[in-house]
């Protein structure tokens, strides 16, 4: 009997993203200041951060996780059922609850193991989820972890989700969709999916993770922005290091939900609890993110200026209303090389090819942070313009406008 070898067969994969211009490379960083980085000795103006608003290197986030430190240690040593609960982390849990207006939050790692968690903790065998086909990875992982039928429907159509639905009747339903999505950056029809849950008995379970901070009142998130509250979408999964430039993630809904969690969300029961430390930096990310709301304004005027700019040079933009604006270049060697162009000309704007987007759907992403200046923006515009016509690259997307 002659078995496959598992490290030929994944070899051979790899030589087959090399051969189609698709291997991803880790580069090491050398330094970072606000939106610049240091990478290979050079330093470049980066635009491919999810610091929103600019809050990753602020002052008083770092006096904060170093008094935190100087209390608390570095690790927290146990998982949360385990002792590894420290006053920070609830602290910060109720202060997530009170933000995005839920009854009860509860910590997670990173928003993969949040995601993880919830899914394979509500969902089983003989159980319905349906999922927005542009989801993040770890949304439709989850469904397939819990054992559950998952349905996809086309992006952004909420007749496409009542559809697959209404094929599965009889089946305990959750519906899961991004609030922003993380490669086009637009917003999920939110309003359209809670009502279409509440028609067809199912539950609601949002991604926040590009919204929280940037949209809705006070920064709570897409789902305030689209006026829905915890009774329209009882499953809020959100992240904390995007806008608020830290690390981890939060579940927030019912306390039923959140107390169960704590029970059956595999990925927070037995793993290792977050630093105290990150929770109390954390949380004075959350203060300021309130409070200063102005970062938000600066960040949509920003957008305004990028948009507007990208319509003067004639560039073609995804319909985003937020700091994620890709520019569509089909050909991930052409996306490849027009980063690379990019980057000579002192900018950091990676290619994003499949199978993080779909085939022939290659892109720069762009993002946009309260960190960088109007005349950021500026010279990216120019730059992006000039690499595209030298390169006789023509992006179109949905929309320019």
């Known amino acids: 009997m002659s078995r496959p070898d598992l490290l030929e067969r994944i070899a051979a994969a790899q030589a087959d993203l090399a051969r189609d211009h698709l291997v991803r490379r880790l580069r090491t960083v050398g330094a970072a200041d606000g939106p610049w980085l240091t990478l290979d000795g050079r330093r470049l103006l980066s635009f491919a951060s999810n610091d929103y608003l600019g809050l990753a290197q602020h002052p008083a986030l770092r006096e904060a996780l170093t008094a935190a430190a100087a209390q608390w240690g570095v690790g927290a040593t146990a998982a949360h059922l385990l002792g590894g609960h420290r006053a920070p982390h609830a602290e910060l849990e109720a202060a997530l609850a009170a933000w995005t207006g839920r009854e009860k939050a509860l910590l997670f790692s990173t928003g993969y193991m949040a995601n993880l968690g919830v899914l394979d903790a509500l969902l089983g065998e003989g159980d319905l989820c349906v999922q927005d086909r542009l989801n993040h ?14 349905k996809r429907y086309p992006h952004a159509d909420a007749d496409g989700a009542a559809r697959q639905l209404a094929g599965t009747a009889d089946a305990a339903a959750l519906l899961a969709s991004d609030g922003v ?5 637009d917003v999920a029809p939110l309003a359209a999916l809670a009502a279409l849950c509440k028609r067809e008995g199912a539950t609601l379970m949002v991604d926040d993770a590009h919204g929280l901070g940037v949209l809705g009142p006070d920064g709570a998130g897409s789902l305030a922005a689209a006026g829905l509250t915890q009774a329209d979408a009882p499953v809020l999964m959100a992240t904390l290091g995007k806008a608020l430039g830290v690390a981890g993630a939060l579940v927030a809904g019912p306390a039923v ?22 929770a109390a930096a954390t949380l004075r990310a959350v203060a300021i993110a309130r409070a200063e709301g102005e970062r938000r ?6 957008i305004a200026l990028f948009r507007d700019g990208a319509r003067a040079h004639g560039l073609a933009l995804l319909d985003s209303p937020t700091p994620i604006q890709p520019v569509l270049v089909g050909d991930s060697g052409a996306a490849l090389a027009a980063a690379a ?3 000579a000309a002192g900018f950091y704007v990676p290619a994003i090819r499949p199978p993080t987007v779909p085939q022939g759907k290659a892109r720069l992403r762009v993002t946009l942070s309260a960190a960088h200046a109007p005349s950021d923006v500026e010279r990216l515009l120019d730059a992006l313009a000039a690499v595209l016509k030298a390169t006789s690259l023509a992006p179109a997307g949905r929309g320019s406008g």
């Open 257 to 278: 939900l959140i107390d169960s969690l704590a029970q059956f969300a595999r990925t927070h029961v037995y793993t290792t609890a977050t630093p105290p430390a990150l």
């Open 137 to 150: 990875a770890c949304l439709i992982d989850g469904a397939r972890l819990a054992g559950c039928e998952l």
């Open 341 to 343: 162009a990019l980057e």
């Open 181 to 185: 999505f993380s490669m086009d950056g």
């Open 297 to 302: 304004e600066r960040l949509m005027r920003l």
